[in-house]
């Protein structure tokens, strides 16, 4: 989609909307702000398509020639051991997670889809893999079969359709949003430019934003920019108190993005607990899964 200058706004995906002008959003309950923890379960593949691309560089020690088992066997500790800290940690302080899963974990790890469907953990797609990530570079068919395909794996995993969508590492090409709506997808959770969901217009008619918190994603603040764990955990519990004293008179969402293999270690996980301790003792927060959120802010818009 070509760049084209108008108030606001370059592109047609949605509408500039200063906040400050906004009518008020409100929670359930009155709550001021709206708690959506994404967990994300991505499978890293051994030896990826060639051709295929990938913005993902985390893990191991550096990306080393093949087999790259260091950075393979780091990012596999998510599925193997991280993800039930982190499920463990979140039904403690009573939060349901949304779990993005992608295609080859919902082929190949049916124990991880039943233990989170036990765990009453919303699924939504999350593409094919780790290492295979939607770029402009990709044909429109080729795009359009990429989602169908992660789509229909996790449907069959799961016996419903992904309401919502989360590309791997944040991908889309211009024509995403579009492919996604005609796709039959509520929600996407791969922009960062709000602090309450937001619709989507044009060819996205019908989609909404769930903005994610990017730089509270654990990966882009301990693996990119290097924050340390103690800071991480300040800045947490810093941005929530942000937004709870602003969603006093206009209500917040809080979208965060974590990663078992990540944040699941033991020598973070305490962090987390700590911060979300810190959340869920306040009141007036709603935690709640994309879809509760999407179908809230649908049926009750702010008026």
Known sequence: MPAERRPGMDHEHYEWSPISTRAPLSWPGQARVALCVVVTLEHLEWDPPEGSFSADQVGGLGVRPFPDYPRYSHRDYGHRVGVFRVLD???????????????????????????????????????????????????????????????????????????????????????????????????ICDWANDEQPYPMTGEASGLVVLPTMLELDDIHALWTRRVTVGRYKGLLKDGFDTMYRDGEKNGRLMVLNIHPWLIGQPFRIGYLDEALGHIMGHEGVWAATGSEIVDWFQSHPPV
């Open 89 to 187: 940690t979140l039904e403690a302080h009573g939060i349901k997670a949304t779990v993005a899963m992608d295609q080859q974990t919902a082929e190949n790890y049916p124990y991880l889809v039943d233990h989170c469907m036990s765990r009453g953990c919303e699924i939504i797609g999350h593409g094919i893999s780790a290492s295979q990530m939607i770029s402009s570079a990709m044909p429109v068919e080729e795009e359009a079969e990429y989602i169908r395909a992660s789509l229909e794996s996790v449907t069959k995993a799961t016996g419903s359709k992904p309401a919502g969508w989360m590309g791997p590492e944040y991908g889309e090409s211009a024509r995403t949003p579009g492919l996604l709506a005609r796709a039959g997808v509520r929600y």
